[in-house]
């Protein structure tokens, strides 16, 4: 079962800041089968990216991720106020496991 | 519209059973593989188990295997998950979530529902 870790636990930003998260996982991950959801308090988590790299349609461009084999990173070039939330990465190939979320707050 | 909507949550004993229901509503439900997510009190995300479009190919996290059984009945475009031998680590909100072009791709989330175990 690959495990994915992300880091860091917890990010402190302000708006319009960039925020970098990771996630890096203990064995190759196929094909770049990662996704990224995020999560508001008290709702579902959202698809948000998938492929490690195409965003789904709901999301603005200032989400992006990159990354290929065991690294992989999400960035928002400009945090709104709407980003503030929890962030997790999955791989959708084989072990559907996910991480255990970057939860990026309002400095 | 794709909507999902989980029920059959609530109190549970330790030791005892459940059954979760989540009907799917705004696609041809026996096109995709469907999957149960839980979300422990304050925790992460934990995938559960997956069925086929067909119900013919069932998986499950190995917390689960041998306790919980997941099942869909098609014709009512409802997805199922009989929760067996509850504990109290089985507490969380339970999500169902719609695959898209990967069967582990989670493109449509219900609402979730929440189990409780405990005496």
């Known amino acids: 079962e690959i495990v994915l870790t992300q880091s860091p636990g917890t990010l402190s930003l302000s708006p319009g800041e960039r925020a970098t998260l990771s996630c890096r996982a203990s064995q190759s991950v196929s094909s770049s089968y990662l996704a990224w959801y995020q999560q508001k308090p008290g709702q579902a988590p959202r698809l948000l990216m998938y492929g490690a790299s195409s965003r789904a349609t709901a999301f603005p461009d200032r989400f992006s991720g990159s990354g290929s084999g065991t690294d992989f990173t999400l960035t928002i070039s400009g945090l709104e106020p709407e980003d503030f939330a929890v962030y997790y990465c999955q791989d959708y190939g084989s072990s559907r496991t996910f991480g255990q979320g970057t939860k990026v707050e309002i400095k | 519209e794709v909507q999902l909507l989980e029920s059959g949550g609530g109190l549970v004993l330790p030791g005892g059973s459940l059954r979760l229901s989540c009907a799917a509503s705004g696609f041809t439900f026996s096109s995709y593989t469907m999957t149960w997510v839980r979300q422990a009190p304050g925790k992460g995300l934990e995938w559960v188990s997956s069925i086929s479009g067909d119900g013919g190919n069932t998986y499950y996290a190995g917390s689960v295997k041998g306790r919980f059984t997941i099942s869909r009945d098609n014709s009512k475009n409802t997805m199922y998950m009989q929760m067996n031998s509850l504990r109290a680590e089985d507490t969380a909100v339970y999500y169902c979530?719609?695959?898209?072009?990967?069967?582990?791709?989670?493109?449509?989330w219900g609402q979730g529902n929440m189990v409780t175990v405990s005496s």
């Open positions: 979530a719609r695959a898209g072009d990967y069967m582990a791709l989670l493109v449509y």
